[in-house]
């Protein structure tokens, strides 16, 4: 052993030190007989601390790996060394040392026992006279045993699970009667050993871990579980004594044989008075939920094991399912108990429980009395669980905040559950709790109304989609109509605090429907939303959660917004709409954050168009919106001086950004019924486009393409409201958005150029002319920029590229292909060879895209009339193609996206036969096929599949791509 290497352990920080250390250890690993020193430094004594030792453990683990079948002496060396170390360390290891000792016993055991080393077990059981810490040794190394056989988390080959099953059967005939004794010996004598806890909680584990594949009855017995139920009651290791309880109780047993297991240990729990500690305050809330886990794990099994006699009678009740319900109700106390515990952690720990016996009571027809009692018992518990704790910080959220928020989520698919097996039992106790909360709530706090707002919320959606209907008629409203009216009338808005606060609105909108039949109803809302209890509550979470449900509440009632209702509006949120400068004012003072206020345009935008009709006051409600965003806009150019402070710059960029964001957003209140042009807005939005595009000429680097991505997203808006009025300014727009020649503007640029081609289609063509050649410019110059094999970025995005350009050739094919021969030939051809290369390409999206571009040819231009260039390039480009492609190495036939492409290609094949005819038949057989010396059977083969229906065709051509991969 290399002693100035040891000591230089204690600096691992040193980064050269470190490396030199990993190279020495990693050298023993892998050298033979690099075990020897390791050893012989461990059983010396020298080296005691827990770092030097954990390497030296870890050369040993490498060497087993590499050099245990094939080094003499290893095998035996390795032996002595294990049945030694408990009489060379005395005294208890860090539990990073003794596990990893534990560790490489097990790997020398699955290596050895039973062919080469036959007494394990018996030998390591010989040493336990030595003390507790040779016990230590043993039981973890029981752990590590059966990790290392069992553990269904790791991935083994079929070897190893051979090897596995081999082991374990020879531990059951050998060793586990012996094994079992150990540990019952190791519980009844070591109760009283000072400083043995740590003994009985891996007793514990490695009975719980290894009943799940040895006799049960070796531990299922009286003298076993008088001394597991002594063990939950000793505060030291009831925890790990409790888990093992646990492991036996979810053995997978016969249906009632695991009923009488359960009932036995149910029975001797009661007796003893396990169950008592429930009612004891101060017990610890970490052994409770142990308990609700056992608890739970008797529910469940007891419920699963009368499904499976149940189904086997034939869906019928026996004797044994009958005394099964009963053992369940028996529990159904102690279930309660443990659901309605203040803690939250021990309440889940009975939830699968609870779950399994919801969905068993819904699959009967009738509930009996004592069955609706525990369901009216059970939602009762739940809408007290549902309740924020008072220790809730709503001001700093963190991890227990989270985990409420979770439970919580659990609790609401639980009653949703409930109310599934008795609706009309359920909704009318629900309506009484909610509806003495909106009575009483000025006297409650607010923990209660938000309950109470929370419940009426879950209540909307235990009705189907779909049917939850309004009427008019009183004497029809439903439960939920006439709780949202005791709702609107309590005023129970005015609580502001933000739990309810928020939960309120999204109660709103939530039955947004149910204001279109009460209006009297809507203008108390749309009042809470606009003052303190919503845009201007002092709690920012409630502040952005408010704008954004005030949003879609206003679409929904915009057909009954009136002129003056819109005037209140927009007067209201008036102070929230100019651009704020962060120079100026802190995020965190802000009212709104700049995604917030998108959401309040928006709103603005529905209300102007629903509140006015007239097409004069409309275009002045807007201008009064977009002109002040405008003017600063201008503003903000004439600052962007060479000049400009950086920091100041960034500032002025973003403000920017914000400003054609907003205009953007506030139109998408048009529609195809309130178009931007019948509303008079139509040159306001455009020139506003022309006014936000002359910041590319005093912008570059990363402000330039953040602006370019705002412009972009504008125009998109501006396509959808816009008719051919937008189609001038394109050109334009194209050279502004791919200023900078870079690979992202051309990616994000063609999406928009294909919504511009399928809106206007033949419109277009005129701007085309000035754009393809542009476009088809900058892709190629793209394509010529080399990229480092290692590059994996810029790599991906010279694929997203080629993709979005084979779906440019795509649109333009689909909308206005009938132009492009007799608009310009040279650029059609260039497409169509650009359709081939991608059509045969390794990239599988852009083979999909590509030969259905080149299918949509076929069906066009190749029929009978075809001009002889058009047949020549069907014939040596594109049946070509379609055989390349599924030829590559990357196409797996078994891929659902290879599918894809192939079933494209059957299309495009036979869209050729339908044009073409026996010439492509001809072709085929005396042209094609020969060049490939395919046999002549093949050739006829494929012609008769290609011949019959689309459906045969494409499993005949996966399995000919399976097996040749191309044609031979």
């Known amino acids: 052993m290399d002693d100035e290497i040891m000591s230089k352990l204690d600096r691992t920080h040193d980064q050269v030190i470190h490396n030199e250390i990993v190279v020495y250890f990693n050298m023993l690993s892998n050298i033979d007989g690099g075990w020897k020193p390791c050893v012989a430094a461990l059983l010396s004594g020298n080296y005691n601390d827990t770092l030097r030792q954990y390497f030296l453990l870890q050369v040993i683990e490498g060497q087993i790996k590499n050099f245990y079948n094939s080094t003499p002496g290893l095998r035996e060396g390795l032996r002595e060394f294990l049945l030694a170390w408990p009489s060379v360390h005395k005294e208890p290891q860090p539990t990073l040392?003794?596990?990893?000792?534990?560790?490489?016993?097990?790997?020398?055991?699955?290596?050895?026992?039973?062919?080469?080393?036959?007494?394990?077990?018996?030998?390591?059981?010989?040493?336990?006279?030595?003390?507790?810490?040779?016990?230590?040794?043993?039981?973890?190394?029981?752990?590590?045993?059966?990790?290392?056989?069992?553990?269904?988390e790791i991935t083994r080959s079929s070897a190893e699970i051979l090897r596995n099953n081999i082991i374990k059967d020879a531990m059951r005939e050998t060793s586990t009667v012996q094994l079992a004794e150990t540990w019952y010996q190791i519980l009844t004598n070591f109760q009283q050993c000072a400083g043995c806890t740590n003994i009985f909680g891996l007793c514990h584990q490695v009975i719980g871990s290894y009943i799940l594949w040895i006799d049960i009855n070796l531990i299922a017995n009286d003298?076993?579980?008088?001394?597991?139920?002594?063990?939950?009651?000793?505060?030291?290791?009831?925890?790990?004594?409790?888990?093992?309880?646990?492991?036996?109780?979810?053995?997978?047993?016969?249906?009632?044989?695991?009923?009488?297991?359960?009932?036995?240990?149910?029975?001797?729990?009661?007796?003893?008075?396990?169950?008592?500690?429930?009612?004891?305050?101060?017990?610890?809330?970490?052994?409770?939920?142990?308990?609700?886990?056992?608890?739970?794990?008797?529910?469940?099994?007891?419920?699963?094991?009368?499904?499976?006699?149940?189904?086997?009678?034939?869906?019928?009740?026996?004797?044994?399912?009958?005394?099964?319900?009963?053992?369940?109700?028996?529990?159904f106390s102690l279930l309660i108990k443990f659901l309605s515990h203040e803690d939250d952690d021990v309440s889940a720990s009975v939830l699968d429980f609870l779950r399994d016996y919801l969905h068993l009571l819904k699959s009967k027809t009738v509930l009996i009395e004592k069955e609706m009692y525990h369901v009216t018992d059970i939602v009762q518990v739940l809408c007290m669980k549902i309740r924020y704790d008072r220790e809730y910080d709503f001001d700093r959220e963190g991890e227990e905040e989270a985990c409420f928020k979770e439970f919580r989520k659990q609790l609401k698919i639980v009653l949703d559950n409930v109310i599934s097996v008795d609706k009309p039992l359920v909704i009318d106790q629900l309506r009484d709790t909610i509806t003495d909360v909106f009575q009483n709530w000025k006297q409650l706090p607010f923990q209660d109304v938000e309950a109470a707002l929370f419940l009426l919320h879950v209540l909307g959606e235990s009705v189907p989609p779909g049917l939850l209907h309004f009427v008019d008629d009183p004497e029809k409203y439903s439960t939920v109509q006439k709780l949202l009216l005791l709702m609107s009338n309590s005023e129970?808005?005015?609580?502001?605090?933000?739990?309810?606060?928020?939960?309120?609105?999204e109660v709103v909108v939530r039955y947004e429907k149910f204001f279109l039949h009460h209006w009297e109803c809507t203008p108390p809302v749309l009042t809470t939303f606009l003052r303190n209890s919503g845009l201007n509550h002092p709690d920012r979470k409630v502040r952005s959660r408010s704008v954004y449900l005030l949003s879609r509440f206003i679409k929904t009632i915009r057909t009954q917004i009136t002129s003056n209702l819109a005037q209140e509006i927009l007067k209201a949120v008036g102070p929230l709409l100019p651009i704020v400068d962060p120079s100026v004012v802190k995020y965190e003072n802000r009212i709104l954050s700049d995604d917030d206020q998108l959401y309040l345009y928006e709103i603005i935008g529905v209300v102007i168009l629903s509140g006015e009709t007239q097409q004069a006051k409309r275009y002045q409600y807007m201008k009064q919106v977009v002109q002040p965003l405008l003017e600063i806009y201008q503003n903000f150019l004439k600052e962007l001086a060479p000049a400009c402070e950086p920091l100041r710059k960034e500032y002025v960029v973003g403000m920017m950004q914000q400003v054609i964001s907003l205009t953007g957003r506030l139109s998408k209140a048009f529609s195809s019924q309130d178009t931007m042009k019948n509303s008079g807005c139509a040159t306001m939005f455009l020139d506003s486009l022309l006014i936000f595009m002359m910041v590319v000429n005093v912008t570059n680097g990363e402000h330039r393409r953040n602006l370019q991505s705002n412009i972009r997203q504008y125009l998109h808006r501006m396509v959808v409201c816009l008719d051919s009025e937008i189609l001038p300014v394109i050109p334009a727009v194209t050279?502004?958005?791919?200023?900078?020649?870079?690979?992202k503007n051309l990616q994000e640029y063609i999406p928009l150029l294909n919504q511009i081609i399928t809106k206007f289609k033949k419109d277009v063509v005129p701007y085309l002319r000035q754009i393809i050649p542009q476009l088809i410019s900058s892709v190629y110059q793209e394509q010529q920029?080399?990229?480092?094999?290692?590059?994996?970025?810029?790599?991906?995005?010279?694929?997203?590229?080629?993709?979005?350009?084979?779906?440019?050739?795509?649109?333009?094919?689909?909308?206005?292909?009938?132009?492009?021969p007799e608009d310009n030939m040279q650029i059609f051809q260039h497409l169509m060879e650009s359709a081939i290369l991608g059509a045969t390409s390794t990239d599988l999206t852009s083979q999909k895209i590509c030969v259905?571009?080149?299918?949509?040819?076929?069906?066009?231009?190749?029929?009978?009339?075809?001009?002889?260039?058009?047949?020549?390039?069907?014939?040596?480009?594109?049946?070509?193609?379609?055989?390349?492609?599924?030829?590559?190495?990357?196409?797996?036939?078994?891929?659902?996206?290879?599918?894809?492409?192939?079933?494209?290609?059957?299309?495009?094949?036979?869209?050729?036969?339908?044009?073409?005819?026996?010439?492509?038949?001809?072709?085929?057989?005396?042209?094609?096929?020969?060049?490939?010396?395919?046999?002549?059977?093949?050739?006829?083969?494929?012609?008769?599949?290609?011949?019959?229906?689309?459906?045969?065709?494409?499993?005949?051509?996966?399995?000919?791509?399976?097996?040749?991969?191309?044609?031979?």
């Open 735 to 743: 050279e502004v958005l791919l200023r900078g020649g870079e690979s």
């Open 852 to 968: 259905s571009i080149l299918k949509k040819f076929v069906e066009i231009w190749a029929g009978p009339e075809a001009s002889a260039p058009i047949v020549e390039f069907i014939y040596q480009s594109i049946i070509p193609a379609c055989f390349t492609g599924p030829s590559l190495p990357i196409f797996d036939t078994s891929d659902a996206q290879c599918v894809i492409v192939l079933n494209e290609t059957a299309h495009c094949l036979q869209a050729i036969l339908e044009k073409r005819g026996d010439e492509f038949l001809s072709f085929l057989r005396t042209q094609f096929f020969p060049k490939t010396n395919v046999q002549p059977h093949a050739v006829e083969a494929f012609i008769v599949a290609l011949r019959g229906p689309v459906k045969s065709f494409k499993a005949f051509l996966k399995v000919m791509f399976t097996e040749v991969k191309a044609p031979t």
């Open 97 to 152: 040392v003794s596990n990893k000792v534990a560790q490489v016993a097990a790997m020398v055991f699955i290596r050895d026992f039973p062919e080469h080393w036959p007494t394990f077990f018996h030998d390591f059981i010989q040493m336990i006279s030595l003390g507790s810490n040779m016990i230590d040794f043993y039981l973890r190394t029981l752990l590590q045993i059966d990790l290392e056989i069992t553990d269904r």
């Open 223 to 331: 003298r076993f579980v008088t001394l597991l139920v002594r063990d939950m009651n000793e505060p030291a290791y009831r925890e790990t004594a409790v888990d093992c309880v646990c492991d036996i109780i979810n053995k997978g047993m016969e249906p009632l044989s695991k009923v009488k297991l359960v009932e036995s240990f149910s029975s001797f729990l009661s007796s003893v008075g396990i169950w008592q500690v429930l009612d004891v305050s101060g017990t610890d809330e970490e052994y409770l939920a142990k308990l609700g886990k056992l608890l739970n794990g008797m529910g469940v099994n007891l419920i699963d094991s009368y499904n499976k006699i149940y189904k086997a009678a034939g869906s019928k009740s026996t004797e044994s399912s009958l005394a099964i319900i009963d053992a369940m109700e028996s529990k």
């Open 492 to 505: 129970v808005c005015q609580n502001t605090h933000p739990a309810v606060a928020i939960q309120y609105f």
């Open 785 to 820: 920029i080399r990229i480092e094999p290692e590059d994996e970025n810029g790599l991906r995005e010279r694929r997203y590229l080629q993709r979005q350009y084979y779906m440019f050739i795509q649109t333009i094919i689909s909308n206005i292909a009938e132009v492009l």
